[in-house]
Nanobody, 114 residues
Framework: EVQLVESGGGLVQPGGSLRLSCLAS????????MSWFRQAPGKGLEWIST????????QYADSVKGRFRISRDNAKNTLYLQMNSLKPEDTAVYYC???????RGQGTQVTVSS
């Protein structure tokens, strides 16, 4: 069974940083490109970033480009999202998923507020 467990969210002030993690199990992690999505209160799911299987190709939504960085450690079956220069509009529940698959996990809440 595919399991993706996100962690690392929390409350942070504008301009601050957080690092999200996603621990994968139940499939061969290194065989899949992986993505981060988020869902803000009252809004739909937004794609944020994708990384290919070996980590050499990264893509970002314009809304986070230059501030967020996706990475992965295939030896640890873990996906990361380093988030810098956070803004109130980054407040959302963040999800990881295999690329092309709708997020199904519980996600991790990120709240950016002073």
């Amino acid at each position: 069974e595919v399991q993706l467990v996100e962690s690392g969210g929390g409350l942070v002030q504008p301009g601050g940083s957080l690092r999200l993690s996603c621990l994968a199990s139940g499939f061969t992690f290194s065989d899949y490109a992986m993505s981060w999505f988020r869902q803000a209160p009252g809004k739909g799911l937004e794609w944020i970033s994708t990384i290919n299987r070996l980590g050499g190709i990264r893509q970002y939504a314009d809304s986070v480009k230059g501030r967020f960085r996706i990475s992965r450690d295939n030896a640890k079956n873990t996906l990361y999202l380093q988030m810098n220069s956070l803004k109130p509009e980054d407040t959302a529940v963040y999800y990881c998923t295999q690329s092309g698959v709708t997020p199904r996990g519980q996600g991790t809440q990120v709240t950016v507020s002073s």
